[in-house]
């Protein structure tokens, strides 16, 4: 939930697995948490910018039986404390449990929450003074450009390398100190 004093402003919508962190397949364990290279720098470059930065990621192994919502739920505050010990942060995340060919009867549907329909990152725009003009989303895979392209948003695509390189080309510079420094 946003802060009651929340102001409006743009954001980036992060895919998770192969985008913010390595994709073990199923990836879920906290202890299988690998961010790929730049993938701190670049949560942290969107947080100092004073946008927000969101993740929204598929989790059909929910669907599938694989593990559950509490195993993503703690994968999420697993990878939340990483940010914070390097200054970064998601300040939402959104994540989908569905499949229509899921095993487990509760999550196995199509829904609108599912990449590649934008449902998750339109939520978010409904739940945060997002400003959608400059706001985009960065993303491994075509469903990520889909979900974007359904929210009105820009689309950036990673395809490896340095996450906060690929990044740092398509958002304003980061915000300098300007304050005199002291000759003490």
Same mark, same amino acid.
């Given at each position: 939930?946003?802060?009651?004093?929340?102001?409006?402003?743009?954001?980036?919508?992060?895919?998770?697995?192969?985008?913010?962190?390595?994709?073990? &397949?199923?990836?879920?364990?906290?202890?299988?948490?690998?961010?790929?290279?730049?993938?701190?720098?670049?949560?942290?470059?969107?947080?100092?910018?004073?946008?927000?930065?969101?993740?929204?990621?598929?989790?059909?192994?929910?669907?599938?039986?694989?593990?559950?919502?509490?195993?993503?739920?703690?994968?999420?505050?697993?990878?939340?404390?990483?940010?914070?010990?390097?200054?970064?942060?998601?300040?939402?995340?959104?994540?989908?449990?569905?499949?229509?060919?899921?095993?487990?009867?509760?999550?196995?549907?199509?829904?609108?929450?599912?990449?590649?329909?934008?449902?998750?990152?339109?939520?978010?725009?409904?739940?945060?003074?997002?400003?959608?003009? &400059?706001?985009?989303?960065?993303?491994?895979?075509?469903?990520?450009?889909?979900?974007?392209? &359904?929210?009105?948003?820009?689309?950036?695509?990673?395809? &490896?390398?340095?996450?906060?390189?690929?990044?740092?080309?398509?958002?304003?510079?980061?915000?300098?100190?300007?304050?005199?420094?002291?000759?003490?």
């Amino acid at each position: 939930m946003p802060a009651a004093n929340s102001a409006p402003r743009p954001a980036v919508f992060f895919d998770r697995d192969g985008t913010v962190n390595a994709d073990k &397949g199923y990836t879920h364990r906290p202890d299988d948490l690998i961010f790929l290279p730049g993938a701190v720098a670049a949560v942290k470059r969107v947080n100092d910018l004073g946008w927000y930065a969101f993740l929204v990621t598929n989790q059909s192994g929910v669907a599938r039986g694989y593990f559950t919502e509490t195993d993503v739920k703690a994968f999420h505050i697993h990878m939340q404390d990483q940010l914070r010990t390097a200054g970064a942060r998601f300040d939402d995340i959104r994540y989908c449990p569905h499949h229509p060919e899921g095993k487990v009867e509760a999550y196995a549907r199509a829904c609108d929450c599912r990449k590649p329909k934008a449902g998750m990152i339109l939520d978010l725009m409904r739940n945060w003074p997002v400003i959608r003009e &400059g706001s985009l989303v960065v993303g491994n895979s075509d469903s990520d450009m889909q979900a974007a392209r &359904g929210a009105g948003l820009r689309a950036i695509r990673y395809d &490896g390398g340095n996450l906060d390189e690929l990044l740092a080309a398509h958002l304003p510079p980061k915000k300098h100190n300007t304050a005199p420094r002291s000759s003490e």
